[in-house]
């Protein structure tokens, strides 16, 4: 797609959703242009788990062996804790799998492959807002790139694929679920631990936590607390680790690597669904997702 062209579909953010509905679109011969704020690869707090319905969506999409040759952690299920020594072990049924590995590299992946497949990926550009089609103009998502000044950028379709805080859906007026007053932190943890086939999830008064492999020695820890009663993000922290410990969860010691903190995700709010108003387009959000394996 030349640079000048107008593209058929505009999506704003690069994630999965947004770089495998580009990569689709672009290899049936739709003109696509993506836009980020991020330069890939980017952390991204996240429970890095990928469910069987994940692995089926990415095999679907002809996208399954570029993930499976980052050499994923494989899951053969989830193992569940609560108080009060409750505990349940679930498996995967009919040979299914999950897969889990750090996010940044998934992310890149999928972005390098909707480049492979013709679309046009742009990454340090913010997109500050998008003026929906009126009488006969086309959408326009007004941006603000690492070497310039404001512009614009139209298109047929703009799809917004930003997430929990979506300019996009706030230009296009989607309603949104209830607010979410959670506090979502994601720790990287190297050492020995349970075993690699298996996630743990542990659920307590206190919050959640979940626990899982993303590569060798290499275990992505996320907590999810009441913000209300957490208060400040180190309060939660430390709140999060009573939740660790909880019947035993953490087994996992601390390498010559230390632990990896990425920024905190506070207060987000999820779109209630996914929907369309005029040429924009929102991919659904499940609403009221709090598990570590989002």
Do not use: Y
Not at 84 to 108: S, T
Not at 223 to 235: I, K, P, W
Not at 248 to 253: D, L, N
């Amino acid at each position: 797609m030349s640079g000048a062209a107008i593209p058929d579909v505009l999506v704003v953010g690069a994630g999965p959703a947004g770089s495998s509905l580009a990569g689709l679109l672009a290899r049936r011969g739709w003109r696509v242009r993506v836009l980020d704020r991020a330069r890939f690869p980017r952390p991204k707090p996240c429970g890095e788990c990928l469910n069987p319905g994940a692995v089926a969506a990415l095999d679907r999409m002809e996208l399954l062996d570029a993930v499976l040759a980052l050499d994923p952690a494989v899951l053969l299920g989830w193992d569940v804790e609560a108080e009060g020594g409750r505990a349940a072990r679930g498996r995967f049924g009919g040979g299914l799998r999950g897969l889990a590995l750090p996010r940044e590299r998934l992310d890149a992946a999928l972005v390098d492959a909707a480049r492979q497949r013709g679309a046009r990926v742009e990454e340090g550009v913010h997109v500050t807002g998008v003026r929906p089609a009126a009488h006969g103009r086309r959408p326009v998502a007004l941006l603000h790139g690492a070497g310039g000044g404001p512009t614009e950028a139209p298109a047929r379709v703009v799809v917004g694929a930003d997430g929990l805080r979506s300019v996009t859906a706030r230009a296009l007026g989607a309603s949104t679920g209830p607010g979410r007053r959670k506090l979502s932190l994601t720790l990287r943890l190297r050492g020995n631990g349970p075993p690699t086939d298996r996630g743990r999830l542990v659920l307590t008064s206190a919050g959640t936590a979940g626990l899982a492999p993303v590569g060798p020695s290499l275990w992505n820890a996320t907590v999810v607390v009441d913000a209300g009663a957490a208060g400040r993000a180190d309060n939660a922290l430390r709140r999060g680790g009573r939740v660790r410990r909880h019947r035993g969860a953490t087994h996992v010691s601390a390498g010559s690597e230390g632990v990896q903190r990425h920024r905190a995700v506070l207060h987000p709010r999820a779109l209630a669904r996914g929907g369309h108003a005029g040429s924009g387009v929102l991919p659904g959000h499940l609403p009221g997702r709090r598990g570590p394996e989002r």
